[in-house]
């Protein structure tokens, strides 16, 4: 009697998003719930100031001094988060930020907050920022494979400026309704759950720190960030683009609003039309995938100064929307480009190290842009300092396509995996 033949198993059917990490899945989770909260809270803090007497040039200065020691501090979260495990960092960072707006809420909610205590406060949470930043791009890069780069890092910022939607709205709402402190309280919540999200992230399997100092270390970070002029080029161009385009969300936006949009709601309700183009060209950036990376991401950076123009022009609040919506959708057609560029050309061991050189030289000009707001609005107009903005982001969106290495920079594989669609993605 012949052997039966085996009967064979069943090809298992794959997942939707098999590529996905458990680590990719967490950190994804963590950030929209942080995110929540940070969509909120420059709104809060703006009006915290201007309902406390402030100016426009005050608000200028609490800006700043969140991004001082943002600037400062970048390279320092780096070099640690090439050193040490990224996600302990990322969980140290958030707990520090978390303690630091809810003190702010705190004080804010007494109604006897000083000027002074907002600039120490927004300072902490900028600190905590600068080591924030740096590890959790790490982590993110090196939680999904190069060949599902491009939908990964698409369905990575989706859930992000998802999170932008829901928090600009409702800390637009909540600040009109119950007032700025509240909106902080959220934050400083939002921060604690990441945070705890985050402890049970896997450790890095990335290559060991080979000893040294940390000063071979910063040296060797920028030595591979200025090897590549096309990296050089566009940190260039995104340290006057970071500082107009902030003066403009930090500042301008929130004065123009509370002087004849209706306030914080019709702020929250235009930073809810930014989240929602980050969002939606997030759905197109999962089956786009652009043979040249840089110049397509920079026709995104055009769209950069339309919300300055629509400010500037004095339109409605609707023709608004409109124009921040499209600048949304410019943030998200450069970002997945940007980080697949970033991945593809930079090693891992470096990742840290040289992503916080790019957000040191991006950030480098913010805080003098957000410090000199206010007098520039008192010096050109409110109208003339936005279109100041609008054409400086302009001429730098064309002066950096001269550079042929941005121009021709092209993915490696101009197609990334296929995903079958038959199953759910899995929770975390």
């Known amino acids: 009697m012949p052997t039966p033949l085996p009967t064979p198993l069943p090809t298992p059917t794959p997942r939707r998003f098999a590529w996905a990490s458990r680590n990719f899945r967490v950190q994804t989770a963590a950030t929209v719930i942080s995110g929540l909260g940070n969509a909120g809270a420059p709104i809060a803090t703006a009006f915290a100031v201007l309902g406390t007497g402030g100016t426009?040039?005050?608000?200028?200065?609490?800006?700043?001094?969140?991004?001082?020691?943002?600037?400062l501090l970048l390279v320092i979260g780096g070099t640690l988060a090439?050193?040490?495990?990224?996600?302990?960092?990322?969980?140290?960072?958030?707990?520090?930020?978390?303690?630091?707006?809810?003190?702010?809420?705190?004080?804010?909610?007494?109604?006897?907050?000083?000027?002074?205590?907002?600039?120490?406060?927004s300072a902490a949470g900028g600190a905590g920022y600068a080591l924030y930043t740096p590890a959790s791009g790490g982590m993110i890069m090196q939680a999904v494979p190069q060949e599902h780069a491009a939908r990964a890092f698409a369905v990575f910022?989706?859930?992000?400026?998802?999170?932008?939607?829901?928090?600009?709205?409702?800390?637009?709402?909540?600040?009109?309704?119950v007032g700025p402190g509240w909106v902080l309280a959220v934050d400083a919540l939002c921060f604690l759950v990441a945070a705890a999200l985050r402890f049970f992230l896997e450790?890095?399997?990335?290559?060991?720190?080979?000893?040294?100092?940390?000063?071979?270390?910063?040296?060797?970070?920028?030595r591979e960030f200025a090897s590549r002029r096309w990296l050089r080029v566009i940190v260039l161009q995104f340290s006057v683009l970071v500082a107009c385009v902030n003066a403009v969300e930090s500042v301008y936006g929130p004065t123009a609003a509370k002087e004849r949009?209706?306030?914080?709601?019709?702020?929250?309700?235009?930073m809810s039309a930014y989240g929602v183009g980050l969002v939606a060209t997030g759905v197109l950036m999962t089956r786009w995938r652009p043979r040249r990376i840089l110049l397509a991401g920079n026709w995104g950076v055009f769209l950069f100064g339309l919300p300055a123009v629509a400010l500037a022009a004095e339109v409605p609040l609707p023709l608004l929307v409109v124009a921040m919506f499209l600048s949304g959708v410019g943030v998200t057609v450069f970002g997945v480009n940007w980080m697949v560029a970033l991945q593809q050309e930079i090693p891992e061991e470096m990742f840290s190290r040289v992503?916080?050189?790019?957000?040191?030289?991006?950030?480098?000009?913010?805080?003098?842009?957000?410090?000199?707001?206010?007098?520039?609005?008192?010096?050109?107009?409110?109208?003339?300092?936005l279109?100041?903005?609008?054409?400086?982001?302009?001429?730098?969106?064309?002066?950096v396509l001269l550079d042929p290495q941005v121009r021709r920079l092209s993915r490696r594989s101009t197609t990334d995996a296929p995903v079958p669609v038959s199953e759910p993605a899995p929770t975390p």
Do not use: K
């Open 56 to 71: 426009t040039t005050e608000v200028g200065y609490v800006t700043a001094a969140r991004l001082v020691p943002t600037v």
């Open 82 to 121: 090439d050193r040490l495990p990224r996600h302990l960092i990322m969980v140290a960072a958030n707990v520090f930020s978390g303690l630091s707006q809810a003190v702010l809420a705190a004080l804010v909610l007494t109604g006897d907050v000083r000027l002074w205590q907002m600039l120490a406060l």
């Open 157 to 177: 910022r989706m859930g992000l400026n998802a999170s932008q939607i829901g928090g600009a709205a409702l800390g637009g709402a909540l600040t009109a309704a």
């Open 203 to 222: 450790p890095d399997r990335g290559p060991a720190p080979t000893g040294g100092s940390m000063l071979r270390d910063l040296r060797e970070g920028w």
């Open 261 to 270: 949009l209706g306030g914080a709601g019709a702020w929250g309700l235009a």
């Open 355 to 385: 992503t916080a050189y790019d957000e040191l030289g991006s950030y480098s000009l913010a805080p003098v842009g957000t410090a000199l707001a206010g007098p520039a609005a008192v010096t050109l107009g409110l109208s003339g300092a």
């Open 387 to 399: 279109w100041a903005c609008a054409v400086a982001c302009l001429v730098l969106s064309a002066v």
